[in-house]
């Protein structure tokens, strides 16, 4: 374990491993056998399941529970209050433990304030789910969608900013001046 700062009031249960310069706050839970990446940042009130995997640079605000089956890579944010799922149909009365959905959350990616993610469904590389959005589906790399079910609205740049193609197909980002490129129904960041 690297040197990390966890709140009095924080439960850190066994078989963890927990990156160097992470900060977990008042009391979050930290289940057996998660894997949480260097220089994360733990909200209140969070619960981390066990064996979740979480990247480095995770950014967890209040109240969210991360359920095992999920998977979050380098810099993802996950908003205030936002939910995950990992059973299709639960019921209480039927134990379903050992029939978890994936669900992995691709680097760079960010969920908004109670947002909910239906298990299954994966969230691409620098995806934008906008606040109270329900994800019902799978969501592309950089794609915007909002609303219950959420829909794909337009596309983000890695800095969270609209883009708006041109008629050859590019974008360019107003703050990093990164540009982008829209062909055949995915967007990719060219590189120079």
């Known amino acids: 374990m690297g040197d990390y700062f966890a709140h009095e009031t924080a439960i850190i249960d066994d078989n963890c491993k927990i990156g160097e310069g992470t900060k977990i706050w008042h009391f979050s839970h930290i289940m057996p056998n998660c894997i949480i990446g260097e220089n994360c940042n733990i909200g209140q009130n969070v619960v981390v399941s066990p064996d979740v995997v979480l990247g480095k640079n995770v950014k967890i605000q209040n109240n969210v529970s991360i359920y095992s089956g999920v998977t979050c890579e380098d810099d993802v944010f996950l908003g205030p209050s936002m939910v995950f799922t990992n059973v299709t149909n639960p019921r209480s009365a039927v134990n379903r433990r050992g029939e978890y959905a994936k669900t992995v959350v691709k680097k760079g990616a960010s969920i908004g304030a109670n947002a909910t993610i239906v298990c299954g469904h994966d969230i691409g590389e620098y995806a934008f789910i906008g606040a109270g959005a329900v ?58």
Not at 143 to 160: D, F, H, I, R, T
Request: aromatic letters at 10%; charged letters at 30%.
């Open 135 to 192: 994800v019902t589906k799978t969501v592309p790399a950089y794609a915007l969608v909002v609303g219950n079910p959420a829909k794909q609205m337009g596309w983000m740049s890695e800095y969270g900013h609209r883009l708006d193609f041109d008629e050859k197909g590019i974008a360019i980002c107003p703050e990093s001046k990164e540009k982008y490129k829209f062909e055949a129904g995915k967007v990719q960041k060219i590189i120079v």
